[in-house]
């Protein structure tokens, strides 16, 4: 350290890192296999069966590559329920684009969710999906150990 540099720099240079919970770049990195699934499922003439396998692998991999890549002062557990909910959430706004233009709704695996399955068993399907996040964040994390 230097005697010339301001007192705010030397602070902020002794004060040890936070922890922060999230880790954007591994949420980003993991939220790629989010963005794979939606477009296999939209673009593929394939069966419901199979999207919805495709999208579960997807997040599957999303999660541990998330949970991989993080930063040793975030959960990999947390990392995979981000990755999760960023991907729900970025297949609804492909919903709300398709019902504006032309397209299938159904073709989008939440919507096709959502359609297929009644209230409760589409909130025990988020609930499962948060875990299988949670699963897959915590694993990837452990690989990376």
Known sequence: MNDDEPAYA???RSRPGKSHPLDGGAIAAGLC???LAILVSIAGPLSAAVRLSITAFC?????????????PTASGAVQGIA???CTAGLMVAVSVSVSIGAGSL???PLVFAYDALSVPAFAALGLLSLCFGVLSGAFGARLRR
């Open 106 to 108: 159904l073709r989008v």
């Open 59 to 71: 997040l599957f991999f999303g999660g541990i590559t998330a949970g991989y890549l993080t930063r």
């Open 10 to 12: 030397r602070k902020l």
């Open 83 to 85: 990755v999760v909910c």
């Open 33 to 35: 296999f989010g963005v």
